[in-house]
């Protein structure tokens, strides 16, 4: 267990970084660019591509403007183009063709597989490299830093320990000592195929108790998601099952859908429970604390998980830098950051449970409600979320 220093002194020159995902690497490049030393440590033994794809709104590309780090994912992406929400059988609900995102916000929205962000984020902290292999056990701090102790025997020193090892955080374990994340009641089938980009439109389509989308990648490849009601824990019997539970699920929903699954090896086929934690204070203490997924995991209605850890980079490393306590930076950092994520992480709980009704009736009324929502009003809400800049 870990314990919080009576006295923190000494502006931070050392990071111990826990965690090589979006959060961790992103935190590593902010902290690198305010003139602080990562020492990134992740318990995966490479860094071999994980997961499907990502959207990067305009808050998260200001982010990544600040500390200089992967520009070109910019150019080299598919922006996200007239898209919203449609019902199962296809009809657009509500449409982002008129939004123009980049005008309002100073920055587009891009699509891109999270290997391509992980690749700009290792290439922008370079020289500093990841060390793999390496699982925390345990940390202690005192008053002039924190040492943290890996489970092969690995010792390391340093001046701030940032806990971004994700959802099921070694280090919040640590701290918090509060359990495993909620269940949201449902599980997500994700995957990225290869599929004929004019033949789709990007947006998420509800229907009965699921949601699929659909956002093409650059390069002719599409990124997809389906989710649907389950019992947290039920597991399939193979990549083979997964798919074709997929394709029973969505058989009667609108096209292309049940072709791109089709077209989708089956070993592609990701699928898991969906999970987030209710907001809680507390989450910086003394020289420790935590970013991204392991302080405010979120469910992905709002698409802003890996966007938030980014921001959450970016004020971390600005705290720290600005600061000549640890403790008192990690302070401020934790109260910028905890109203804001608190809010999208109720947001996307309660838009999940929305997407997620079964009766008829409550659909009919649900969508059109959605449908009759002002542009001014969608526009006033998407601004809160993705206008901001950290």
């Not at 090589?20 to 490049?29: E, Q, Y």
């Not at 998420?204 to 650059?218: A, I």
């Given at each position: 267990?870990?314990?919080?220093?009576?006295?923190?002194?000494?502006?931070?020159?050392t990071a111990v970084v826990v965690g090589?995902?979006?959060?961790?690497?992103?935190?590593?490049?902010a902290l690198a660019r305010a003139g602080i030393e990562p020492l990134v440590f992740e318990r995966s033994r490479d860094l071999a591509p994980l997961g499907a794809g990502l959207t990067l709104w305009p808050n998260a590309l200001h982010a990544l403007r600040r500390i200089e780090a992967g520009a070109e994912l910019?150019?080299?992406?598919?922006?996200l183009g007239a898209g919203g929400i449609r019902t199962s059988r296809g009809k657009t609900l509500v449409s982002t063709a008129d939004l123009e995102l980049e005008r309002r916000f100073g920055a587009p929205a891009i699509v891109l597989h999270r290997s391509e962000l992980q690749r700009a984020l290792l290439d922008a902290l370079a020289p500093f490299r990841p060390t793999l292999g390496a699982s925390l056990d345990r940390f202690e701090q005192d008053e002039t830093g924190v040492t943290a102790r890996f489970d092969d025997g690995r010792e390391v020193r340093g001046d701030v320990l940032v806990g971004a090892d994700g959802v099921d955080s070694t280090v919040r374990r640590l701290l918090l000592a509060d359990g495993g994340p909620r269940y949201a009641g449902y599980i997500a089938w994700r995957a990225v195929t290869r599929f004929d980009a004019?033949?789709?439109?990007?947006?998420?389509?509800?229907?009965?108790?699921?949601?699929?989308?659909?956002?093409?990648?650059?390069d002719g490849r599409l990124y997809w998601f389906g989710t649907c009601p389950a019992r947290s824990g039920e597991r399939d019997e193979g990549p083979e099952q997964r798919r074709q539970e997929v394709l029973e699920r969505f058989a009667a929903w609108h096209e292309p859908i049940s072709e791109v699954v089709e077209s989708t090896a089956a070993a592609d086929v990701?699928?898991?429970?969906?999970?987030?934690?209710?907001?809680?204070?507390?989450?910086?203490?003394?020289?420790?604390?935590?970013?991204?997924?392991?302080?405010?995991?979120?469910?992905?209605?709002?698409?802003?998980?890996?966007?938030?850890?980014?921001e959450d980079a970016v004020v971390l490393a600005r705290c720290l830098g600005a600061a000549e306590d640890v403790a008192q930076a990690l302070r401020a950092y934790e109260s910028r950051r905890f109203e804001r994520t608190a809010r999208i992480v109720e947001r996307s709980r309660r838009i999940g449970r929305l997407a997620q009704w079964r009766s008829p009736l409550a659909i009919r009324a649900r969508d059109a409600l959605v449908e009759r929502l002002p542009a001014r009003v969608q526009l006033d809400q998407l601004a809160e979320v993705v206008g901001f800049r950290a």
């Open positions: 267990m870990s314990s919080a220093p009576s006295v923190t002194s000494g502006r931070a020159r090589a995902g979006i959060g961790g690497l992103c935190a590593a490049v910019e150019t080299q992406s598919a922006a004019g033949r789709v439109i990007a947006a998420e389509s509800w229907g009965p108790g699921s949601v699929f989308g659909l956002l093409p990648l650059s990701l699928r898991h429970d969906v999970v987030d934690r209710p907001p809680r204070r507390g989450w910086s203490q003394g020289r420790a604390t935590l970013l991204g997924d392991a302080a405010h995991p979120m469910t992905p209605h709002l698409g802003q998980g890996a966007c938030q850890a980014i």
